[in-house]
């Protein structure tokens, strides 16, 4: 079992930063591909960006491409999602999702693909 809590979401104006976090309980972190998605009101879940288990490869949505930064701490069994240049487009609440027993360099993009979820984080952008 694994349990994910996120953190660091909030109000912010448009061209501002944050840094979401989501620290992951249990051993199977570092064998575990981690995804964050997130889901505006009225629509679906959506990919937002995606790291291996040994941080070999990431992903990311067009949209957010060049903005955002994925990045994990094993050592913390945390991952990150740095994001820059905010927009109200971004307004979302925002999960992170794990896979455990992934392959080594794998990137999963779909929300079958992953089997926890965390409770999720409200991101506001302001224009």
């Known amino acids: 079992q694994v349990q994910l809590v996120e953190s660091g979401g909030e109000l912010v104006q448009a061209g501002g930063s944050l840094r979401l976090s989501c620290a992951a309980s249990?051993?199977?972190?570092?064998?575990?591909?981690m995804g964050w998605f997130r889901q505006a009101p009225g629509k679906e879940r959506e990919f937002v960006a995606a790291i291996s288990r040994n941080s070999g490869n990431t992903d990311y949505a067009d949209s957010v491409k060049g903005r955002f930064t994925i990045s994990r701490d094993n050592a913390k069994n945390t991952v990150y999602l740095q994001m820059n240049s905010l927009k109200p487009e971004d307004t979302a609440v925002y999960y992170c999702?794990?896979?455990?027993?992934?392959?080594?360099?794998?990137?999963?993009?779909?929300?079958?693909?992953?089997?926890?979820w965390g409770q999720g984080t409200q991101v506001t952008v302001s224009s």
């Open positions: 999702a794990a896979r455990i027993g992934s392959t080594y360099g794998y990137v999963y993009k779909s929300t079958r693909d992953y089997t926890y």
């Open positions: 249990g051993r199977t972190f570092s064998s575990s591909a």
